[in-house]
T-cell receptor, first 114, second 113 residues
Framework: DAGITQSPRYKITETGRQVTLMCHQT?????MFWYRQDLGHGLRLIYY???????DKGEVPDGYVVSRSKTENFPLTLESATRSQTSVYFC?????????????FGDGTRLSIL | KQEVTQIPAALSVPEGENLVLNCSFT??????LQWFRQDPGKGLTSLLL?????REQTSGRLNASLDKSSGRSTLYIAASQPGDSATYLC????????????FGPGTSLSVIP
């Protein structure tokens, strides 16, 4: 089915480990986003991408790395995981007409860092 | 700095009741306002988007209004159903030196059969 697929859905890891969250969309939307959702903070933008090979920082980018070598994929990497990065992570996309405004969301990755 | 709030944080109503969810924002300089629904363990689903030049948008039993001058939006749900139970979030796209979308914390709605 068309849409946004995030993997894994659940992940438990230890502090200091590197972990990569995957995001794949089948619409060929130009814009893709990574958000984290935390109680008390709501949804906060980590990184976004306007097209392949174009990425930019959002509100809370520290400790995260992204890449976008293909339009359909937008992986998010935690280079050295910390407990403060325990959160639910959402990938989103939008067509050009909505530009920097997420329209379609994946079901999220629940990440726990021990 | 734009801040988005939603009151109440949680709401429980009996099935069939009409209800209103509120969203407030501090800066009226916005491109648009969007309402989303989030089911437990799921991502956000876009419900309605209101451009800054519009006053309201309707989709089925949902009606969203926007009053930029007062910094308020309401989401009206008619004849609520148990399937409407979810968290509803509003998000504003701000007009600043950089394009940005700010989400509210959400209102958790429970419709009791």
């Amino acid at each position: 089915d068309a849409g946004i697929t995030q993997s894994p859905r659940y992940k438990i890891t230890e502090t200091g480990r590197q972990v990569t969250l995957m995001c794949h969309q089948t619409w060929s939307h130009s814009y893709m986003f990574w958000y984290r959702q935390d109680l008390g903070h709501g949804l906060r933008l980590i990184y976004y991408s306007a097209a392949a090979d174009i990425t930019d920082k959002g509100e809370v980018p520290d400790g995260y790395v992204v890449s976008r070598s293909k339009t359909e994929n937008f992986p998010l990497t935690l280079e050295s995981a910390t407990r403060s990065q325990t959160s639910v992570y959402f990938c989103a996309s939008s067509r050009d007409e909505y530009s920097n405004q997420p329209q379609h969301f994946g079901d999220g990755t629940r990440l726990s860092i021990l | 700095k734009q801040e988005v709030t939603q009151i109440p944080a949680a709401l429980s109503v009996p099935e069939g009741e009409n209800l209103v969810l509120n969203c407030s924002f501090t800066d009226s300089a916005i491109y648009n306002l969007q309402w989303f629904r989030q089911d437990p363990g799921k991502g956000l689903t876009s419900l309605l988007l209101i451009q800054s030049s519009q006053r309201e948008q309707t989709s089925g039993r949902l009606n969203a209004s926007l009053d930029k001058s007062s910094g308020r939006s309401t989401l009206y749900i008619a004849a609520s159903q148990p399937g409407d139970s979810a968290t509803y979030l509003c998000a504003v796209r701000v007009v600043t030196s950089y394009d940005k979308v700010i989400f509210g914390p959400g209102t958790s709605l429970s419709v009791i059969p």
